[in-house]
């Protein structure tokens, strides 16, 4: 049982790996959150791993696809995975069943927040702040019951918000020690906002028309010299892109010490099967109509 069993000894990072928790069917549901969240680190690792720095220049995800290929597959696998996340919800009809469901990906989401897996964390937190899913009053009013699941995901929640830049998950990840797969996303947005915030190059004037500005002489000449600029490198640039690709090559030295578990490994890294959103929503409504949830909130005073 997950919840019983001691999360110093199960979350701490031993150099041999820890004994896998083989599940008994192929299904998610006989799957062991904390050997869900192993599993995810070993697959999403590979890739971000495998990450180069040139891939990181230039926007090269969105100008130059070709180029970073390794970017794209982590971006790919995030948004089917946190797709897939509010479908496997969505698709129990049963409330306690979509309860269960939803307690399920928190405590995995928890187990990938412990083995410092946050780009895990934030896919998690994005299927379950979808908009079909968020709507699930009666599901969520369920959950709420077990306070310590909810105050344990509340914190990592909390931890990873996107509030002033990421400032609470940027604190904290500094903290950390490797093995770590930090969210990607957040250096895609700092590459992203230097590049379209700076030039590559400054372009000065002469060094002679300079050293007339800087006397105080704005004669005709030196006027007329001023339109003949030099290129220069724009160094700060290149220095504040320099620091978010050696932090990315940081947190690629050191690899998870666990074993593949087939079963969930292949369950995850053979491709997901998910529905639109559109399709999300209209199951949404269809399984907690605004009539079941207006009684149900009645019924439980609320």
Not at 66 to 94: C, D, G, H, R
């Amino acid at each position: 049982n997950y919840s019983n069993r001691s999360s110093e000894y199960i979350f701490h990072q031993h150099d041999l790996p820890p004994d896998s928790i083989v599940p008994k069917n192929d299904n998610f549901a006989s799957f062991d959150p904390v050997e869900v969240a192993r599993q995810l680190c070993l697959l999403e690792e590979r890739v971000f791993k495998s990450i180069q720095p040139i891939e990181c220049l230039n926007q090269a995800w969105n100008k130059h696809k070709e180029k970073s290929p390794n970017i794209l597959a982590m971006i790919a696998f995030f948004n089917q995975f946190s797709n897939w996340v509010a479908t496997y919800i969505i698709i129990q009809k049963n409330l306690k069943d979509r309860v269960a469901a939803i307690k399920r990906l928190m405590r995995v989401a928890i187990a990938l927040f412990k083995y410092n897996n946050f780009n895990g964390c934030q896919e998690i937190c994005a299927g379950l702040a979808s908009s079909s899913v968020f709507r699930l009053k009666m599901s969520w009013h369920k959950v709420s019951k077990d306070k310590r699941l909810v105050e344990e995901f509340a914190f990592l929640r909390r931890t990873v918000h996107t509030a002033k830049n990421y400032a609470l998950y940027r604190a904290y990840l500094k903290k950390v020690d490797p093995p770590c797969l930090p969210y990607l996303g957040v250096y895609l947005t700092d590459l992203t906002f230097i590049e379209e915030g700076n030039s590559d190059f400054l372009h000065v004037p002469p060094a002679e028309v300079l050293a007339h500005y800087e006397k105080g002489l704005t004669t005709r000449a030196c006027s007329q010299s001023v339109t003949t600029t030099n290129s220069v490198v724009n160094v700060e640039k290149m220095r504040k892109v320099a620091i978010v690709i050696q932090e990315i090559v940081l947190y690629q030295q050191k690899r998870y010490s666990f074993r593949k578990v087939d079963p969930i490994f292949n369950f995850f890294g053979e491709g997901l099967s998910y529905l639109s959103e559109t399709e999300c929503y209209r199951h949404s409504r269809e399984i907690e109509t605004k009539e079941a949830v207006a009684a149900y909130l009645k019924k439980k005073g609320l």
